[in-house]
């Protein structure tokens, strides 16, 4: 690998983790809070774009950016797919995006909200409200990854939340350009 390539190259550990049982009960929404969680139907592929860029920017969520257009349209227009999008004040604020891999998995794929909301106590409930969704569709068990490029308290939310860590890898994230990402948010 060149200097160029070691660069761009981010080796992170990615953490697997599953819940078997839905929690006793969910964390309460926050008191004297304007927010709404929204599924999204048949979401615009620009918007789906914008929000993984606003909440993974920081952490490196390039995998979604980089998706062709169509392939990306195809996954998330599909039937089962769960898209929910959390808004602050009447603006956009995060999302959580479940794949429903039944009978066996529901899978929280993404999850994460806008650096403008963080620190406000709305993690928690927000999670909560992720996990409910995923065991509303009946599966066996709930899954999620996170990785150490994450916010750092996003393994031990998983953990509080009931899920158990199951497996680790390592894997390598190459940065996006500037002008990468631009044109991706652009489509």
């Not at 257009?69 to 999302?95: H, M, N, S």
């Not at 479940?98 to 009978?103: A, D, E, T, Y």
């Not at 650096?115 to 009946?138: D, M, N, P, T, Y």
């Amino acid at each position: 690998m060149d200097r160029k390539a070691d660069a761009d190259s981010i080796e992170v550990t990615v953490t697997f983790l599953e819940m078997k049982a839905p929690p006793a009960h969910y964390p309460p929404l926050p008191h004297n809070r304007q927010l709404a969680l929204l599924k999204a139907r048949r979401i615009p592929i620009h918007f789906y774009r914008y929000l993984a860029d606003r909440v993974g920017r920081k952490w490196h969520w390039v995998n979604i950016l980089r998706t062709p257009e169509a392939e990306l349209e195809a996954t998330l227009w599909k039937p089962d797919r769960d898209i929910r999008v959390l808004y602050l004040d009447g603006a956009p604020a995060g999302f959580f995006d479940i794949k429903p891999q039944l009978p066996e998995t529901a899978d929280i794929a993404y999850f994460g909200m806008m650096e403008h909301v963080l620190g406000q106590g709305i993690g928690r409930w927000f999670l909560g409200a992720a996990v409910e969704a995923a065991w509303s569709h009946g599966p066996k068990a709930v899954t999620v990854q996170t990785c150490t490029l994450d916010h750092p308290a996003a393994l031990p939310l998983y953990q509080k939340l009931g899920f158990s860590p199951v497996g680790q890898q390592k894997e390598i994230v190459k940065r996006m350009s500037f002008a990468e990402r631009s044109e991706s948010v652009m489509r």
